[in-house]
């Protein structure tokens, strides 16, 4: 049973993640993620739980998104039966100038099967969003007839114009700058929003249930569809890991991490839109 599941930590240019990705009955897959400017040197230790048999290093993968280094490190996790913290884990990134540190926080887990009646728990579940998306989309058709509408009576043109349907990529990005600028849209409710938009575009056009799996069965699902370049699951994660670190840790995000995320969620749209989807 997974207690805690991601934490992350953002200092300036640096960022850190940890994660529980997978779980067997007798150990764990335990991702250490960082982002850090260029051009410097980052400094990150090897995860520490206390009591574990073995932690067994893979080789990291290293990527270039959005001008950051992105380092994914991975390490099996092999352990007996109980309760075991993974702890804190802070990575330091200098340019000589400047330096920078950043902790996640430690994570919890159980290994081996869960207590009689107890159900496991890997992930937070998002409620389905089948009804937000379809309203989503519906709102903004409406808004636009609305506007064609006041158009056509105005100019009493001949034949009303068909309506327009609006397409899904463009109701998102839509949704997603109006939420953005209105300042009445408090962060709890932009992350609730984000994630909705995620979770019903990726369900829309890859046609697999993420409005209703966990975060790390989304990921890995996008991570094992090679149509698709690396940087989706990347970008993917960060946007559900950013935006449960609001919802569920009610931790503030600053407002260049916003931006970040606004062009995640328009990069994975990109990557992800189908051949006949309407740009």
Known sequence: MIVAWCAVAMAGPLVVRTSIAERSPAGVVVVVQTEAAPGGTL???DPVVAGADAIVAETPREERIDGDEVITRRYSVRAPTGHYELQALTATWTDGAAEQSATAPALFFDLGP???????????????TSTFRWGLIGGVAAAVAAVAAGAAFAFRPPKAAPERVIPLD???????AAAVADPSVDEMARAVLLARLTRAWLTHT????????????????????AALPPEVAMRVDRLLSATDLVKYAESAIPADTWTRLGTDLKQVIER????TEPS
């Open 43 to 45: 400094t990150v230790p």
């Open 114 to 128: 869960p207590p009689a009646g107890v159900e496991a728990i890997e992930d937070i579940v998002e409620p389905a």
């Open 170 to 176: 463009e109701a998102t990005l839509t949704a997603w």
């Open 206 to 225: 890859l046609s697999f249930p993420a409005d209703a799996w966990t975060r790390p069965e989304v990921v890995r699902h996008i991570g094992g569809l």
């Open 272 to 275: 992800t839109r189908p051949a």
